[in-house]
Each structure stands twice: as structure tokens, then as C-alpha cells.
């Protein structure tokens, strides 16, 4: 095993280098002969959290630490995302506070298993796969076991260690699994609910079981809008969440209840295109969605109108044209390069980019089933959908550079960061596990839009790749191919619908006769256009439909 463990410290240095907590005495440091354990034994995972919580964690641990160890200083240094400015917004950041007041074997084996599947997942330390996925089966035989007890299902560091073994299923396997979609994680989120509704909304909480409980509500909304499910949390853990999240944590709040919106949105949409009957009651149904799915985009308008100066993104600089067979492996893709304050910040954008388009596809889906049999791409909320999705697809891209940290030397400007990671140097010069993380969905949402272009997507599957196979966001990084990722939205959703024009490959590759005046010729055309309709400029949005049907506010 000797040399196997050696090969796996050639990985970026801030795996074991300094914590930001950094402030004690040289005698409050964890002595040497503390890391001196065989490869095999079991670290003790809560005395080392406390001690990079304290700031009295070794600097370099020698390179016979155990492995565990190692992955856990690695986890921390690139996944824990800690706050410091007036936005109290990061990623995990209640789990080393949780650990020092609520110590808990069910939450550190959670802990480890999700730091060896990390570690695991970088170039070099591929060997530990089948170590993470045995800490894995441990930490879930104790979360079962926990859930069975009321008293224990209802503490955090239980619904923390579902969280966790939540993030293990998207680490270990691809985030979209092939014939299964958005699935690597849903059976956890489930779980976490589940531990939700078992707890009183109304009771004392601290602001750490708060942000906790926050956490999982994000992740429980993204899994309900790619999955098509309404989230079954009791409405008044939104009511205790949205006075928690107030004033400068309005953002994430706003965006949070919009996503909740759209998933709810397409939900319904499903719905109606599998049940709705052309009558007078079903389409005034179809046409008051549009109008709320519309209301949804609007939102998301007034938001990023409305956003504080520390949420706002520019355009630095300007990419020139590159050559289309170096797409794939380019850092930039033609066009602008907007800078962000925060990686937080850029993620919330994109969060709520990826929901615009698809709370787009339910406004086309609508129109076209109110217009059908007419070709939906005549209809105006198709036009809007197409402009908006191609703006929303290049501002995703744009914001790519900034949130892998490669932005251009030459166009950067220096910004103070207000987060840090739990552990490790402070540097913005190389992107860290979460940044890959945070961009896996918003490329995803590109990759699969009726609106992208071809370059667009060969960019965006290349910066996927690079996120799962360097960054180590997740295995399984050849799912992102144009093999695997077929779908189209919302052309996609149409086909399952039946709104596709059932004739158009044969339109579209019919051959037009030379002598147009010929008899063949009239029969040709006769024969194939004879069924279709004239094509209409007129909207489903047009007065006598608005006249016909007026819409009811039958949502919020």
C-alpha cells in the first residue's frame, strides 16, 4: 500500500495546509505523534473536526496520516464554505459548529464517507473508492438505526449525516445517471424531509439548526423542480425560514421561493398535458398556467432588478472568437467574461437561471397546447421564450470563467472575498471542488435547451468534463457526452406531450419539383400541404383568447 498512499500526495497543496481559524499558540497545536496512525486504523473524526474548529490543527500533517484524516482536511478545504460579510450564505457551514456542540458517531462516519468519496474522486487517489463506499454502508446501517429512535431522528446531527450521505450519492455517481435522471441523491433528500416533518416548526431552534434546515430545504427544492414533485414540507417551515432568511439574505430567500414556484408550475403542466381535455374549462386551466408561469419569470425579473450592489455582476472583458475543435478543452468561450463578488453570489445567478428556462419550457408547453394543432413556434410566448433562453444561456457561460477562478489575468479585478473555506490557504487562484459543483446544473441546463447553439454545447459539455474529471465534483463525467445527454428541453417535454407536428421531418425533407407547373408538381404540393394550417403571427395571448377565457388567480 506504500506507494499507492504516496502517489495520492501529489493532489493541490490546500488538502493540509493552514486553517483560516489559525490562532493559537504554538503549544495549543496537535502534537506530531497525534498523526502518527497505521494506514488502516480508524482516525478519530471528531477530535480532529474540534481541532481545525479551534484552530490548533496541524499545519502539515506528516504523510503517514491517516487517510481519513487527509480526506477530511481535503473535504473541508474544498466544500465547507464559511461566511464572513453581511450575506450569510456558504455551503455547509454549520456542520464543524454542529460537530463541536452536538458530537455524534452517526454524523462523523457520515463525515468520512463523504470526504474518502471527494478525495477519492481527484486524479490520483482512485483507490479509495471502494474504502468511501464501506464508510458509506457503515454510516447508513447507523442512520437507519437513528431514524427508528423519535428522539434521535429528531436531532441535527442526524438530519446533517442524511444531508451528507446525500452529497456521497452525488459525489460517487454522476448527478444525472443514465435511465434514471436526477435520482443520486433523491432517496436521501426524501429521507431529510421525511426527518423534517417529524420536527415542530414552532419550537426552539438556534440559528445553526436554522441554517441546517435551510441547507436541505435548497437542495429538497432543486430535487422537486428537475424531478417534477411538489415538495410535501409543512408551509410553516417556509413562514419560520423566510424570517430567517430577511434583509441582506433576501436574495437566496426570494430565489428560493420562486424555484419552489416553478417546480410547482411544471407539476401542474404535467398534469394538464397528460389529462387535459380541449374543452372550454381545460383551456381557460391551460392559459391561467401560462399566466402563472409568466408571473414566475417576471419575479425573477423584479429580483436581479432589485438586487443589492453586492449581488450584482459585470462584464470585464471580451473573449475573441476561437476555433471550433478547441472548444472542448478551451477555459473561455467566445464573448463576454462577467465578474461576480462571491462564488455564493454567481451560484444563486445561475440557480436562477437554470429555473427560467425551465419555467420557460412550461409557458411553451402551454402555448402549445392552446394553439395546437398549429405549430407552437408561431406563437409569440415561443419567440420570447427563444430570446430569453438564449440571453439566460449566455450569461450562464459567462459567469463560467468567474466561478472556476479562470478569469484572464489581463481583465481581472481584485475583490475582497467574504467567505473562506473551513480549512486550507486563502486563494482565489484555483477553483475548488464546490465551484464545480455549483456550475454542474446551470451547464447541464444549457446543454439540454432547445436554444443552445452547437458551439455553445460542445463548451459547455467540455467544462462539465473538467469540473467532474480535475475538480472532482463527481464520477461518472461521461455522462456529460453528447451520447448521453440526448434531451432536448422543451422540444423534449413537447414530444412527450404529442405538441410536436407530427409531419414536420416530412415537410421539412420534401424535395420541391423543378417544373412547378407540371401536374406532378401540383399534386405533390396538393397532397402534402393540403392538412396543414395556415400559418398564423397571432399569439395564444391574443385578445379574443384573452376575451374567451380570462385567467383566475387560482395561484400565488
Not at 437513528?146 to 446525500?166: C, H, N, R, Y
Not at 451520447?483 to 406531450?497: C, F, G, N, V, Y
Amino acid at each position: 500500500m506504500a506507494p499507492m498512499i504516496a502517489n495520492t500526495v501529489a493532489l493541490p497543496e490546500n488538502q493540509m495546509t493552514r486553517p483560516h481559524y489559525w490562532s493559537l499558540s504554538g503549544s495549543e497545536i496537535v502534537s506530531h505523534s497525534r498523526w502518527k496512525q497505521r494506514q488502516n486504523a480508524c482516525p478519530n473524526t471528531q477530535r480532529l473536526v474540534e481541532a481545525i474548529h479551534n484552530g490548533a490543527h496541524s499545519v502539515y500533517p506528516p504523510l503517514m496520516a491517516a487517510l481519513e484524516e487527509r480526506a477530511i482536511c481535503f473535504f473541508l478545504s474544498n466544500y465547507v464554505l464559511i461566511p464572513h460579510g453581511a450575506v450569510k450564505c456558504g455551503f455547509l457551514g454549520f456542520l464543524l459548529p454542529l460537530m463541536k456542540l452536538q458530537p455524534s458517531a452517526i454524523l462523523s462516519d457520515s463525515l468520512s464517507a463523504v470526504a474518502l468519496a471527494t478525495f477519492g474522486n481527484q486524479p490520483n487517489a482512485r483507490m479509495l473508492k471502494p474504502k468511501a463506499q464501506r464508510a458509506y454502508s457503515k454510516a447508513l446501517r447507523q442512520v437507519t438505526s437513528a431514524i427508528s429512535d423519535p428522539k434521535q431522528a429528531a436531532e441535527d446531527t442526524t438530519l446533517a449525516a442524511v444531508f451528507l450521505l446525500g452529497l456521497f450519492e452525488t459525489m460517487t455517481y454522476s448527478v444525472v445517471k443514465e435511465n434514471e435522471g436526477w435520482n443520486s441523491w433523491n432517496s436521501h433528500v426524501t429521507g431529510a424531509t421525511a426527518l423534517l416533518k417529524m420536527r415542530n416548526p414552532r419550537g426552539p431552534m438556534s440559528p445553526l439548526t436554522l441554517e441546517l434546515v435551510w441547507t436541505v430545504k435548497g437542495h429538497l427544492n432543486l430535487s422537486c423542480l428537475l424531478n417534477g414533485k411538489l415538495s410535501d414540507i409543512p408551509k410553516e417551515w417556509n413562514e419560520v425560514l423566510t424570517r430567517f432568511r430577511t434583509g441582506a439574505r433576501g436574495g437566496p430567500t426570494i430565489c428560493n421561493h420562486l424555484q419552489s414556484k416553478v417546480a410547482k408550475a411544471r407539476v401542474d403542466c404535467d398534469d394538464l398535458m397528460a389529462n387535459a381535455k380541449r374543452t372550454p374549462q381545460d383551456f381557460e386551466r391551460v392559459l391561467n398556467l401560462m399566466r402563472t408561469a409568466e408571473a414566475i419569470e417576471q419575479g425573477y425579473l423584479d429580483w436581479a432588478e432589485a438586487t443589492p450592489a453586492d449581488w450584482k455582476y459585470k462584464c470585464i472583458g471580451w473573449i475573441d472568437p476561437i476555433p471550433e475543435e478547441k472548444l472542448a478543452e478551451s477555459k473561455y468561450f467566445p464573448g463576454k467574461i462577467d465578474k461576480y463578488s462571491e462564488v455564493w453570489t454567481a451560484h444563486i445567478w445561475n440557480l436562477s437561471r437554470g429555473s427560467r428556462l425551465l419555467n420557460y419550457s412550461t409557458i411553451v408547453r402551454c402555448a402549445a397546447w392552446l394553439c395546437s394543432p398549429q405549430d407552437y413556434r408561431t406563437t409569440v410566448e415561443y419567440e420570447k421564450a427563444r430570446i430569453a433562453g438564449k440571453e439566460i444561456i449566455q450569461d450562464v457561460l459567462a459567469s463560467v470563467s468567474n466561478c472556476l477562478s479562470e478569469i484572464p489575468t489581463a481583465m481581472d479585478e481584485p475583490s475582497l472575498s467574504n467567505h473562506s473555506f473551513a480549512c486550507g490557504k486563502k486563494t482565489n487562484n484555483r477553483a475548488k471542488g464546490l465551484s464545480g459543483l455549483f456550475v454542474l446544473w446551470p451547464l447541464f441546463s444549457v446543454a439540454t435547451s432547445d436554444f443552445v447553439t452547437d458551439a455553445q454545447r460542445t463548451w459547455a459539455l467540455g467544462r462539465m468534463k473538467y469540473a467532474t474529471e480535475e475538480l472532482g465534483a463527481s464520477q461518472g463525467s461521461d455522462i456529460y457526452t453528447e451520447q448521453h445527454l440526448s434531451a432536448r428541453i422543451p422540444s423534449s417535454m413537447l414530444e412527450k406531450d404529442g405538441l410536436i407536428p407530427s409531419r414536420k421531418n416530412e415537410v421539412l425533407n420534401l424535395q420541391i419539383p423543378v417544373q412547378q407547373t407540371s401536374p406532378e408538381a401540383e399534386k405533390t404540393w396538393t397532397n402534402n400541404f393540403y392538412h396543414y394550417p395556415t400559418p398564423s403571427p397571432t399569439s395564444t395571448s391574443s385578445s379574443e383568447m384573452k376575451q374567451q377565457f380570462l385567467p383566475a388567480s387560482q395561484y400565488d
